[in-house]
């Protein structure tokens, strides 16, 4: 690990089972806030696993947190931007297989898909697991926590979002906090 510097220690470790496709990925939601609080340099296995979002790598670029690609440790912003870009374009191209795969399927008298999941009940039972979901994420439970903070403090939405934001924070499918969400969150979720 001698990318990682001379007097560099391994200090935590965290394993991220999502796929890089998602922006949804809570521990490495947890692994940019660790190291952000601690100053530490976050190592990532395989910059292409670690998102298929070139949007999403530029983030992570400029959200201040230093990191480095085991499978590419001397990647400077340009490589690093085109090899996120390249990243995105596979997964493009492997949507556009599946679904051009799928018409074909489709085309052949396949049933794709399963009528019993229009019932209404099936329905509610989605919107309840949303619901569970939601209110269960740790990255939701922390920002709650921190919105608490503020909420004495007389800031706007806007304010609690940007603020929530600047500290790392990301909803619960990895985006930027904005008004809605602060509210969503102050709505949903019960504020003891």
């Known amino acids: 690990m001698g990318f990682i510097g001379g007097q560099a220690q391994l200090v935590r470790e965290f ?5 890089g496709k998602r922006n949804s990925r809570p521990q490495l939601l947890e692994a940019l806030a660790y190291a952000k609080q601690h100053k530490a340099r976050l190592v990532i296995a395989k910059l292409d696993r670690l998102s298929r979002n070139a949007g999403f790598i530029f983030a992570l670029k400029d959200s201040g947190v230093d990191f480095v690609c085991a499978d590419m440790p001397d990647a400077n912003t340009l490589t690093i931007g085109i090899f996120a870009t390249l990243a995105q374009h596979e997964r493009e191209l492997i949507g556009e297989r599946t679904k051009k795969a799928l ?23 989605g919107v309840e697991a949303i619901k ?11 920002a709650l926590l921190t919105i608490k903070g503020y909420l004495n403090q007389d800031k706007t939405l806007q304010q609690i979002a940007d603020e929530l934001n600047a500290s790392g924070f990301r909803t619960a499918k990895g985006y930027l906090f904005q008004r809605v969400q602060v ?10």
């Open 15 to 19: 394993i991220e089972v999502e796929s």
């Open 103 to 125: 018409a074909i399927k489709k085309q052949q008298g396949f049933q794709l898909g399963s009528p019993q999941n229009l019932t209404l009940q099936a329905q509610q039972k």
């Open 132 to 142: 569970v979901k939601a209110a269960t994420n740790e990255n939701n439970r922390r």
């Open 183 to 192: 509210l969503r969150l102050m709505s949903k979720l019960v504020i003891d």
